[in-house]
């Protein structure tokens, strides 16, 4: 371990109990020692990992291969590469999980290095790879890999070096270390498209003073609150296979860490991902024609989502149980008027996949009757069938709240409505909630996000969002803002004590606009969306442009330093977030420039490349 600076618990530690502890490169090398702390086990030949026929030499499809490397420090090891693809069979493309026994005595800190280099698929991209990793008793896998923002579909920072990447601090005492290719692998484009890398393994055996700093650093109340949103389709989307823990691995991703509550969403507000009463599943009653013109990603979430039902494994129950044993918080959230018309950029089979039997029935309840893909919130029976469908969430599952994405999509209330329209529709929600809370003899928590600005192209009044008149109706536990300013809407939830969560999406942080008005964004050949019916198959596709780890330090230090009490991410992912909550920490990583649990190790050349 290097006596002046390591990655213990994700922190910078300096001053190393013991200086220049011993370096093993085997397991079974380090077994036959006595361990002390500062100790280091060094795995670079993951032949010890993959043995037998798992892997090979050359590429195999179905195997991993086994590839030689060469740091510019000297040091010399054969990672672990798999870079294939088969449009029509991916799964034949996926090796085989791998299990290593480490049964070592005491707690370590696990770090995993990886080949940051270009790989040549297609038109060449960079090589994501990264692994999948879970300890044999962890109820999930979580993706662990190199973390970078991209613009213009290039990945940012350069390339050409061996990454290494923290993973957590555990008790290894009769435990082993799973491995497998990335699940999210199934999405990268091109369809089929199979990728995973690791060229290291660190173990580093920490003292019982440095095992309780980790455990009381995880613990620590005193930093801001992060929520990270779900969106309750997406990761279905990505799915390779029913059965894989996809649920699972969204709670166990961040236990342990500055996040606090989860919010997963319902796929759109008219569909349902659980059994329900109110409305049908997502895609029930979409037509042999119309399932042709859905996307591949439609039409796996659609079968993700029947089998969940099916073997009760639906994302609200398996998250809902988790969570709690993990000390998280989960929230349902509804997006208050998602809903779809066919045509347009995602073609023709848009409205019968995600707008449910509840849209299908109820024309009367659309604004105008017909034409437009929304509720008229104005009437009546719209406002009950959001209310039915939050409280039929509440009451099946164990939740600690729920929350009211008005952020998706606006003007989520007419304009020709009275503020009162908005202002009724959280008052009445509250009220069928109190009732809900009395029959399970526990709290639920109500909260909403709004935006002003940004994708809304409109302010909250020009939405008829009343946001005083909400936070004073002491209907609201906490709000979720995305604005540019968030000062005037920051000192109206002080002024009635509501917590302020300030909304950070995966978009520029240089302009008001986000993505759509900032040139180091903008893609002028084809907008920043979701995919396209067909892209998927395209050899390489566009791909979008997102926030570098270090953007988000930078934007998360500004909303607190403002006096927001945390923030809220949508349309993000990683490891990043786990650490998002400390003003201290994102300061100094701010002024040296690094990513959290992330660091740039010397250069690599494989096979002599």
């Known amino acids: 371990m290097d006596p002046e600076k390591s990655h213990v618990s994700g922190k910078t530690t300096r001053g190393n109990p013991i200086a220049g502890g011993r370096s093993f490169h085997s397991l079974a090398e380090a077994r036959r020692a006595h361990l002390t702390p500062g100790d280091v086990i060094l795995l670079r030949d993951m032949a010890e990992v993959a043995r ?42 996926v090796p085989p999980d791998l299990e290593l026994g480490l049964d070592l005595p005491g707690w370590y800190a696990i770090e995993f290095g ?44 350069g390339l050409g070096f061996e990454a290494t990447c923290f993973w957590k601090c555990a008790r290894l005492d009769g435990r082993a270390l799973r491995l497998r290719v990335p699940y999210g692998t199934y999405v990268s484009f091109p369809w089929g498209l199979i990728r995973a890398s690791l060229s290291s393994i660190r173990l580093v055996r920490l003292s019982g003073e440095q095992a309780d700093e980790v455990q009381a650093h995880a613990a620590n109340s005193a930093a801001h609150g992060v929520i990270v949103v779900d969106d309750g389709f997406s990761h279905y989307w990505f799915a390779g296979e029913p059965g894989k823990g996809i649920d699972a691995r969204f709670v166990q991703q961040y236990r342990d860490s500055d996040v606090k509550r989860l919010f997963f969403q319902t796929p759109a507000t008219g569909v349902a991902s659980w059994p329900s009463r109110v409305t049908s599943l997502l895609g029930e009653g979409v037509t042999d024609e119309e399932w042709k013109l859905l996307r591949l990603g439609d039409r796996r979430a659609h079968d993700y989502i029947q089998w969940a039902v099916r073997h ?34 995602f073609g023709n089979g848009m409205e019968a996949f995600f707008n449910g039997r509840f849209w299908r029935e109820h024309p009367e309840l659309r604004y105008p009757p017909n034409r437009s893909a929304g509720l008229d919130y104005g009437l009546p029976g719209a406002r009950q069938f959001a209310s039915d469908l939050l409280v039929e969430l509440a009451s099946l599952y164990d939740l600690d709240g729920i929350n009211l994405d008005f952020t998706r999509w606006p003007p989520v209330i007419p304009a020709h409505h009275s503020f009162e329209v908005a ?23 109500l909260s909403a996000c709004v935006v002003d600005g940004y994708h809304a192209h409109r302010n909250l009044l020009e939405q008829r969002i009343d946001l005083e008149a909400w936070l004073a109706s002491g209907d609201l536990d906490f709000i979720c803002v995305q604005a540019w300013e968030h000062e005037p809407h920051l000192r109206l939830a002080k002024r009635f004590d509501i917590p302020y969560y300030a909304v950070q999406e995966n978009t520029s942080i240089r302009t008001p606009g986000g993505y759509r008005d900032d040139p180091e964004w903008r893609q002028e050949e084809k907008p920043d969306e979701d995919p396209l019916p067909g892209e998927e198959l395209e050899e390489q596709p566009r791909v979008n442009s997102g926030l570098d780890p270090i953007e988000y330090d930078e934007a998360a230090l500004a909303r607190y330093r403002q006096g927001a009490d945390g923030l809220c991410l949508f349309n993000t992912g990683g490891w990043f977030p786990r650490r998002l909550g400390r003003s201290d920490e994102i300061a100094e990583r701010m002024g040296n420039r690094e990513v959290w649990a992330q660091r740039e190790g010397p250069g690599i050349r494989i096979d002599g490349s």
């Not at 499809?61 to 069979?89: A, H, I």
């Not at 790989?119 to 090589?127: D, V």
């Not at 790879?129 to 890999?145: I, K, N, Q, S």
């Not at 959230?333 to 779809?340: G, P």
């Open 312 to 345: 009760g494994e639906e994302g609200f129950r398996v998250m809902s149980r988790l969570a709690r044993e993990a000390g998280l918080e989960l929230h349902a959230s509804l997006r208050m008027n998602l809903f779809f018309r066919n045509g347009g950029i």
């Open 114 to 157: 990886f080949p940051w280099v270009e790989a040549r698929t297609g038109k060449g991209i960079a090589f994501s790879g990264g692994v999948d990793v879970a300890l044999d008793t962890d109820p999930a896998f979580v993706f662990r890999g190199v973390e970078r923002g991209t613009r213009h579909g290039r990945t940012m920072g």
């Open 52 to 93: 037998g026929d798992r892997s090979s030499l050359s590429p195999t499809r179905g195997k991993w291969r086994l590839r030689p490397y060469r740091l510019e420090n000297g040091e010399t090891g054969r990672l672990l590469w798999v870079d294939d693809r088969d449009k029509e069979r991916p799964d034949s493309a």
């Open 423 to 445: 202002t009724g529709l959280v008052h009445e929600i509250r009220q069928a909630l109190d009732r809900v809370e009395k029959e399970r003899s526990r709290s639920l928590a």
